[in-house]
């Protein structure tokens, strides 16, 4: 509201009294200022301190002029009329006054709150700027499903990552990506946990739009509002193709490692025995020590002077019996 809007209605209200009061004066005669007291205080409490003060001005003059004794006149000689109307017009004056600084500090009130609401209102935004920008800058891709899986929204890694457009991904169905690579397991266990509005994780094997396949870790999460209803489905997937592929090589380098360690081991064993086979034939004593001094192989031309089996001389050293007996040792 303007100000001359304010002023106007301001003047309105006291002449519209006047006017009240004329056509009831045959039933508040002699009050003259019964309807007026209220008129300023309205006028003050909705137009502010100068709209209270103009109607308080325009409030006097009219019971001046056309309701104090002689009518239709502006006396000036009975004292009671003029201490009447200072008093009126001074009530009027302060009344409009604190009305007025009121007002001012409802506005400076009204003020900061909005300045406040609007900080606030600016703060949440950068928010959710920095959540979008977030979301749309993720190396993962991030997609947003209603609760039938009609994709609403996708991330620019999403895009780069299945070569479908927003456009083409907006509306359709989250099955457009589903490989027959996916084990049926996995797949039960998503819907068993959207049944329940439970977080799934686990390996998805997807189809990008040229035909070619590739493995996601994908985390699907319930969205719900502040009722706890659910209303939709955050789906963030990271491609661990390259990851998964370098897991089977290194399974594969890992078997074949372990059947040349089984196969070195067997031959190692074949050597051991024929070597064991050729120092058994030897007519004379043979044997093998280590650096120690035990005995490492024996024939049985060595162990038979001592007594013991050939097993049995194994890791100890050589026996005293043997020891002033002439022998061969294998170098």
Same mark, same amino acid.
């Given at each position: ?6 002023l106007?209605?301001?003047?309105l ?14 039933y ?17 409490v909705?137009?502010?301190?100068y709209g ?14 056309? !309701? ?19 008093? !009126? ?8 006054? !604190? ?6 500090? @409802? ?8 300045e406040?609401g ?10 959710l ?14 997609? $947003?499903t ?5 994709i609403?929204?996708v ?5 780069a ?8 991904? $907006?509306g ?8 027959? @690579?996916t084990?049926p ?12 509005g439970l977080t799934?994780?686990?390996e998805l094997?997807n ?5 070619s ?10 969205l ?7 209303t939709h ?5 990271e ?16 078997h074949?490692?372990e ?7 067997a ?13 058994? @034939? ?11 001094g ?15 089996t050939?097993?049995?001389?194994i890791?100890? @050293? ?14």
């Amino acid at each position: 509201m303007t100000s001359g809007s304010r002023l106007a209605i301001a003047v309105l209200i006291p002449l519209v009294t006047g006017a009240l009061e004329w056509l009831l004066w045959a039933y508040i005669d002699p009050h003259v200022w019964l309807l007026f007291y209220p008129a300023v205080f309205l006028s003050a409490v909705l137009t502010g301190l100068y709209g209270g003060i103009a109607a308080t001005l325009v409030s006097t003059l009219l019971v001046w002029y056309a !309701f104090m004794p002689p009518r239709l006149s502006f006396e000036l000689d009975n004292p009671r009329a003029i201490l009447s109307i200072v008093g !009126f017009a001074l009530t009027g004056f302060l009344f409009s006054l !604190f009305s007025g600084h009121l007002r001012r500090l @409802n506005e400076k009130l009204a003020s900061r709150e909005s300045e406040a609401g609007l900080t606030g209102v600016l703060d949440d935004a950068a928010q959710l700027r920095k959540l979008a920008q977030a979301v749309e800058q993720s190396p993962d891709s991030v997609i $947003i499903t209603n609760l039938t899986a009609e994709i609403e929204y996708v991330n620019e890694a999403f895009v780069a990552k299945t070569g479908y457009s927003r456009e083409e991904s $907006i509306g359709r169905n989250l099955n457009m990506l589903h490989s027959d @690579n996916t084990p049926p397991e996995n797949y039960a266990a998503l819907r068993q946990a959207m049944q329940h509005g439970l977080t799934w994780k686990g390996e998805l094997c997807n189809r990008r739009k040229d035909g070619s396949e590739y493995t996601g870790f994908a985390n699907i999460a319930p969205l719900r509002q502040t009722d706890g209803n659910i209303t939709h489905y955050v789906v963030v997937e990271e491609d661990i193709t390259e990851r998964k592929l370098n897991g089977q090589e290194l399974t594969r380098y890992r078997h074949r490692l372990e059947e040349l360690v089984t196969e070195k081991t067997a031959e190692a064993r074949r050597q051991a025995q024929s070597l064991r086979a050729l120092i058994d @034939n030897i007519p004379h004593m043979a044997w093998l020590k280590d650096r120690d001094g035990r005995l490492m192989v024996v024939n049985r031309a060595y162990a038979q002077p001592t007594g013991m089996t050939t097993d049995e001389l194994i890791g100890k @050293n050589r026996p005293r019996s043997v020891a002033a007996r002439s022998g061969r040792a294998l170098p």
